[in-house]
């Protein structure tokens, strides 16, 4: 069976030609899937009743369950737990902010990027996410929360492990007759994958890019993300510089503060070092607290140190307020949390 929430709309076109059909049969389709969400071929009222049979034979429309929803007391926050079809549980949190509401998706079941202070890697990676899955956590998130504005894949998983299903989905983010949310509202997050940054800036999407640096210093990086191994700060840096001067976009460095292991002085001056006349904005996040890790924190004081530095170099930098810390918003915590409970 072919599910059509895994195609793009050129996909789609070739699909209905192969079938002897009109392409423009595709963009009918998208406008009920995507417009009107509808997932009843009998409800397609402008698709020949012949047609509608033919596609209920080899085709459907897949939708996402929420397992568990989970609402935040303080900020608006909700966290989304989805069964996905095969049994296996990913999650998706939607942010309530002032220019609109984002959602945070999944890319994969778990991952294997084994950052040491985040709960998603704990286990694993069970599987790659289809499009159509992420795709689905955000309809489904949009129809609970409200229309959704903009899109960040900082849920589980790596969205460069999982490349093509990730264009993808972009591609039916981004069609006006898909769910028509633009590239510049859309953030991807990465650990660095090198070849795949080089190729993302090859795609000249106007989509933006964080880096989850968390370490000024090899041996320090290599230690918290094993990823670092394979390719270091000079190299993930090179990739950069070639991003930007392929896109003209700015990339966001990702840097998750914790007690005692990368809020030093010394740590901050390094970073500056790193960075220093590069197109760039730098996003301090107080780790969250994962009880299977035991990181904690970084206390205020070393949080604002590290802004005053880092902006007194001339780089742009922005604290991360922490929204949903009452119901493990964090990195696969929740997901975690269930598992272990089911
Ligand atoms: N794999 C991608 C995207 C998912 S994680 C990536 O690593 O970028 C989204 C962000 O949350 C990343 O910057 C990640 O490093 C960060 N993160 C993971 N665990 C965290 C924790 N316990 N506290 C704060 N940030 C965390």
């Not at 009107?36 to 996402?64: G, H, P």
């Not at 640096?213 to 041996?219: M, Q």
């Not at 230690?223 to 394979?230: G, K, S, V």
Request: hydrophobic share 40%; proline share 2%; aromatic share 10%.
């Amino acid at each position: 069976m072919y599910n059509l929430k895994d195609m793009t709309l050129e996909e789609m076109e070739n699909f209905f030609i192969n079938m002897g059909e009109s392409k423009f049969r595709a963009r009918q389709i998208y406008k009920w899937i995507y417009d009107k969400k509808v997932t009843d071929f009998e409800k397609m009222t402008d698709i020949s009743k012949n047609l509608r049979a033919k596609l209920k034979e080899i085709a459907y429309i897949s939708q996402l369950k929420i397992a568990e929803r989970r609402v935040s007391q303080i900020d608006d926050t909700i966290k989304y737990l989805f069964l996905l079809e095969d049994n296996n549980i990913i999650e998706g949190v939607a942010i309530r902010y002032r220019f609109g509401n984002t959602a945070c998706v999944s890319t994969q079941v778990g991952c294997n990027m084994k950052c040491k202070f985040c709960a998603s890697a704990v286990g694993g990676k069970v599987r790659d996410l289809k499009a159509s899955e992420m795709v689905n956590q955000v309809m489904a998130i949009d129809s609970d929360y409200g229309k959704i504005s903009n899109i960040v894949l900082m849920g589980s998983g790596e969205p460069f492990d999982n490349y093509d299903e990730v264009m993808k989905f972009i591609k039916i983010l981004n069609n006006p007759y898909g769910l028509g949310i633009g590239s510049r509202h859309i953030t991807i997050s990465t650990v660095g994958i090198v070849p795949k940054i080089y190729k993302f800036a090859d795609e000249k999407l106007q989509v933006n890019l964080s880096i989850s640096l968390h370490a000024p210093n090899n041996e320090l990086r290599s230690e918290l993300m094993p990823i670092n191994r394979a390719y270091p700060l000079e190299e993930l840096m090179k990739a950069c510089e070639y991003y930007i001067e392929k896109t003209r976009r700015r990339i966001t460095f990702e840097y998750s503060l914790i007690d005692g292991v990368n809020d030093k002085k010394e740590h901050a001056y390094q970073l500056v070092e790193l960075l220093k006349g590069m197109l760039c904005h730098v996003n301090l996040i107080p780790i969250n607290y994962v009880k299977e890790i035991g990181f904690k924190k970084a206390k205020n004081e070393k949080v604002m140190m590290f802004k005053r530095i880092i902006e007194d170099a001339g780089i742009t930098c922005t604290v991360r307020r922490e929204l949903g810390s009452d119901i493990e918003a964090a990195c696969g915590q929740l997901r975690r949390k269930y598992l272990k409970e089911r």
